[in-house]
């Protein structure tokens, strides 16, 4: 996906058209919400499949394989679909990650919070449909839409919360946002969490289907990137900060992970933004 945000509307017209379509498993190079609001989705996600009925939310990462499938539901399906790329919300996308990471689909009760997530949807479609669409808007309103999200809570979370692994990820995820600008090695956040390097990298191989070190990295080039596109410091200065002692090797990881340089990821970024 080439733009920084994107969001349509899903109906019971589009539902129908893909019923005869065959959909092979993928995977996206972009971050993807959902928001159910009529309908239902078939999802094969984490090697489980699921038939998730609206209200809903459900969150799909990048890189993560899955397949989704929208019908209808009592002959309707209205789904809002939102894309974005992790750049976009470097501030809060670990967050998100952490609130899904052992649930994709989220069911939601019918309640006036649920009719503010509509609400909100309808003001990004809104804006995004303007001549010079206001991306601090659009990340605002997202913003909004994520809070709510998340001071929803499921029925079953205090069961969920229980989940040994579950919970060492997410003890995980806050240890690695308070030391990811440290050159810290894998071996510093097992023995914070007092368990061997192994058992942390199966317990992140579980749950994101990645080891210790790749989300690690992911972290930093996500703050990589809001640095490059928010800040006028020089290649060094940020890759020094991140924990990359030298320009070449922070340029070499980061073209590998994102298939560009650091100075072509932001040129491009500002072309994107300045649209």
């Known amino acids: 996906m080439q733009e920084l945000f994107k969001i349509f509307r899903f109906t019971a017209k589009d539902a129908k058209a893909m019923e005869s379509q065959s959909i092979e498993p993928h995977i996206h190079d972009f971050e993807e919400l959902i928001i159910g609001v009529e309908g239902k989705i078939s999802h094969f996600i984490d090697f489980d499949d699921e038939t998730v009925y609206a209200p809903f939310v459900s969150f799909v990462t990048q890189g993560k394989p899955h397949l989704l499938r929208p019908q209808l539901h009592e002959g309707k399906c209205d789904l809002w679909v939102i894309r974005f790329r992790s750049e976009f919300m470097s501030e809060t996308i670990f967050n998100l990650y952490g609130y899904f990471h052992n649930r994709a689909n989220i069911t939601l009760p019918t309640n006036r919070c649920f009719g503010r997530l509509t609400s909100l949807c309808e003001m990004m479609h809104d804006e995004v449909q303007r001549p010079n669409p206001n991306l601090s808007i659009i990340k605002q309103l997202l913003n909004t839409l994520l809070t709510m999200v998340y001071n929803e809570k499921p029925e079953d979370s205090e069961q969920e919360s229980s989940n040994a692994h579950s919970q060492t990820y997410a ?27 192994r058992n942390l990298n199966l317990i992140c191989q579980e749950v994101m289907q990645q080891s210790v070190g790749e989300i690690i990295e992911t972290r930093k080039l996500t703050e990589a990137k809001n640095l490059l596109i928010n800040t006028n410091r020089t290649i060094a200065e940020i890759g020094f900060e991140l924990g990359y002692n030298e320009k070449a090797y922070f340029s070499k990881v980061f073209k590998r992970k994102t298939g560009q340089t650091p100075s072509d990821f932001r040129n491009e970024m500002k072309q994107l933004i300045s649209k």
Not at 174 to 196: H, V
């Open 171 to 197: 003890n995980f995820l806050r240890i690695l946002e308070e030391n990811f600008r440290r050159p810290e090695k894998i071996s510093f956040y097992a023995e914070k969490l007092f368990m061997s390097e």
